[in-house]
């Protein structure tokens, strides 16, 4: 059974950086790709970032996120720099199978950034 675990979660103030990882178990993780959503309240979960051989951002992150991944150790890792206010919500690591529609969550973690 494929569990993800995300960490690194917080409140920061605005302009700050936080890290967030996710530890994947029970499947073969380099036949996956790897991405990082989030969902703030009242708005639909968007894709932040995503990476399997490649990387894609979306727009608003672009030169403040870095996705990065760990295949022997199942990790898969955000880099949040330059925070701003919007970019307050729930983030979700994701495992979607590169050959099926198999599909992986874990159960979230909390940013907020505020002053």
């Known amino acids: 059974q494929v569990q993800l675990v995300e960490s690194g979660g917080g409140a920061v103030q605005p302009g700050g950086s936080l890290r967030l990882s996710c530890a994947a178990s029970?499947?073969?993780?380099?036949?996956?790709?790897a991405g990082w959503y989030r969902q703030a309240p009242g708005k639909q979960r968007e894709l932040v970032a995503n990476?399997?051989?490649?990387?894609n951002y979306a727009e608003s992150v672009k030169g403040r996120f870095t996705i990065s991944r760990d295949n022997a150790k199942k990790m898969v890792y955000l880099q949040m720099n330059s925070l701003k206010p919007e970019d307050t919500a729930v983030y979700y690591c994701?495992?979607?199978?590169?050959?099926?529609?198999?599909?992986?969550w874990g159960q979230g973690t909390q940013v907020t950034v505020s002053s």
């Open positions: 029970g499947t073969i993780f380099s036949m996956f790709v």
């Open positions: 994701n495992l979607k199978a590169l050959f099926s529609d198999s599909r992986y």
């Open positions: 990476i399997s051989g490649s990387t």
